[in-house]
């Protein structure tokens, strides 16, 4: 198993442009997440999916839009790119909101917007 | 508003001692408790965890206690070993969500 996997690495983007950051479970984990993470501020849950076709929104969705067309995918697009969005992206699964909700993360995604 | 808080953004422990990691939150409706350990450029991993129906849980060298009347609860690491250096988040459940505070960097001194 590859777990939680998450593309690109690194990013650079320039204020105003658009992109979609990947991410892929080969666990059939019901649950997907994605969070940022700023200095002094912890983890911030942006979206969420319990389930192919469901998803809503965490405590910092503006600015970010998501799917879940299949259990495997789950990714992040940021529709027009502002430097208060330069930060590290996680994404997490697990089997479901209700399992102990341990939950599994992927390697990140360091984006910055300039 | 914070609802999970981690009010010491750093420990330095020497190796062999305890290492005590403290967090409080303000939300009376969490009902699961997690610690997350985080080691640069790599995703967080999870450590432990406990119900909010209990007061303890060991795993090995790491215990969470829990204090629900103070909304106080605290990672012991005994013994600390230098590769227990890391960032450790504590997340808190809330419905569908985790909820995180912002972090302790811990650091084992050999």
């Not at chain 1, 690109?8 to 019901?30: I, R, Y």
């Not at chain 1, 649950?31 to 983890?43: F, K, N, V």
């Not at chain 2, 010491?8 to 303000?26: A, F, H, K, M």
């Not at chain 2, 206690?65 to 590769?83: D, W």
């Amino acid at each position: 198993n590859a777990g939680v996997t998450q593309t690109p690495k690194f990013q650079v983007l320039k204020t105003g442009q658009s992109m979609t950051l990947q991410c892929a479970q080969d666990m059939n984990h019901e649950y997907m997440s994605w969070y940022r993470q700023d200095p002094g501020m912890g983890l911030r849950l942006i979206h969420y999916s319990v389930g192919a076709g469901i998803t809503d929104q965490g405590e910092v969705p503006n600015g970010y839009n998501v799917s879940r067309s299949t259990t495997e995918d789950f990714p992040l697009r940021l529709l027009s790119a502002a430097p208060s969005q330069t930060s590290v992206y996680f994404c997490a699964s697990s089997y479901s909101a209700g399992r102990n909700y341990e939950q599994y993360f992927g390697p990140g995604t360091r984006l910055t917007v300039t | 508003d914070q609802q999970v808080k981690q009010n010491s953004p750093s420990l330095s422990v020497q190796e062999g001692r305890i290492s005590i990691l403290n967090c409080d939150y303000t939300n009376s409706m969490f009902d699961y408790f997690l610690w997350y350990k985080k080691y640069p450029a790599e995703g967080p991993t999870f450590l432990i965890s406990i119900s909010s129906i209990k007061d303890k849980n060991e795993d090995g060298r790491f215990t969470v206690f829990l204090n629900k009347s103070a909304k106080h609860l605290s990672l012991h690491i005994v013994p600390s070993q230098p590769g227990d250096s890391a960032v450790y988040f504590c997340a808190a459940r809330d419905g569908n969500k985790l909820v995180f505070g912002a972090g302790t960097i811990l650091r084992v001194k050999s």
